[in-house]
């Protein structure tokens, strides 16, 4: 299927030009039905997937992993973590291992820790982190450490500590406080190698607009200005010309004010900006957004439809085909050949699911 662009060019002269609409496929079903898993890669041609609630209700949490086999286009069960988790964060490092930190254990928050090694295809548990957290912000500075902030010790009770991951010690060391206490927030680098962090809540139905930076080089946060919007359960994906796109959530109450908006952080001015539209709402969706290196950016997760953004363009592109549910708390990652893998969530009965796509480009 193809759409028609028209351009007016300044002789009245109107151009058409067409564009390939990215096509959504079904693959074959993971082994184990997931949501609020980690999807990572760890290899040219596999992506780790771990944990995650596999019941109806979400309140059974995994320890199992499974590969994606992109050249098979499968997946294959692989070896357990040490420790069930949901709601944990899966950051590979500088040496192809992946850091595993955190998350929901079935009964409570927890500060273990555990590392995959690629080569070995084994995890080994490493020194727990300073505080208990689920749901935290994890981006990989530029120097190979982890930067972990936020989170919940326990339902309903944000935290404002943040924590580095050094590979090479295998340990974590406390830095400064965030601002303000976040859960259900979002985080993306900066060319300079500082990290914005945006949004969340600060508790149950105190959503946030607030937003700050994290400079490594001193180690301590600084608000910057407010998003135009309160967001949570949203996204943020960095762009080719170094600004920050954010991405849906909800402005509050849950399902109830889901967004289609987004907002585009300028570093130079430190302020956001009204970003092009959503055709859908998009809620739940951590890690559902992908900056693909065209410059686009796809957005899956929340909704049954996948949509993608062009440099340039007022609002988001739908795919064709769609999923069979608005499911929350997938993942989405960019393969070699520039297609998306969408795996696994849960829908509005919370039940996960088994189901993975593939976004052709």
Partial sequence: MRRIYYTILALGI???????????????????????????????????????????????????????????????NHIPMNEPRSSHRAIRLDDGDVLLVGGWTGTAATASAERYNHRDK??????NMHSPRM???????????????????????????????????????????????RSSHAAAMLADGRVLITGGQ?????????????????????????????RY???????????????????GGDYQNRLHSTEIFEPKTGAFTAGPSMQHVHFKITNAAVALPSGEVVIAGGSKHVEKWTPGASVFQEASGVIDAEY???TSSLLPNGAVLIVGGYDHRIQPTAGAWLLKP
């Fill in 135 to 181: 749901s935290p912000a994890a981006v990989k500075l530029l120097n190979g450490k982890v930067l972990i902030a936020g989170g919940e010790r326990a339902t309903g009770s944000p935290l404002t500590s943040a924590e580095i991951y050094d590979p090479a010690q295998q340990q974590f060391t406390v830095v400064s406080d965030m601002n303000v206490a």
């Fill in 328 to 330: 929350a708390f997938s």
């Fill in 14 to 76: 109107v151009h058409a030009s067409y564009a390939n609409e990215p096509s959504l496929t079904r693959l074959p079903d993971m082994n184990s039905t997931r949501a609020v898993h980690q999807t990572t890669q760890v290899s040219d041609n596999e992506w780790l997937i771990t944990g995650g609630c596999i019941d109806a209700g979400c309140d059974t949490v995994s320890n199992s992993t499974e590969l994606y086999q992109h050249s098979a286009a499968k997946f294959i």
């Fill in 233 to 251: 359960k949203h996204a943020a994906v960095t762009l080719q010309d170094g600004r920050v796109m954010v991405l849906g959530g909800s402005s």
């Fill in 202 to 230: 600060r508790g149950r139905n105190q959503p946030l607009n607030s937003a700050e930076i994290f400079d490594p080089v001193t180690g301590r946060f600084t608000l910057t200005k407010p998003m135009l919007s309160t």
């Fill in 122 to 127: 084994r995890f080994t548990a490493i020194a």
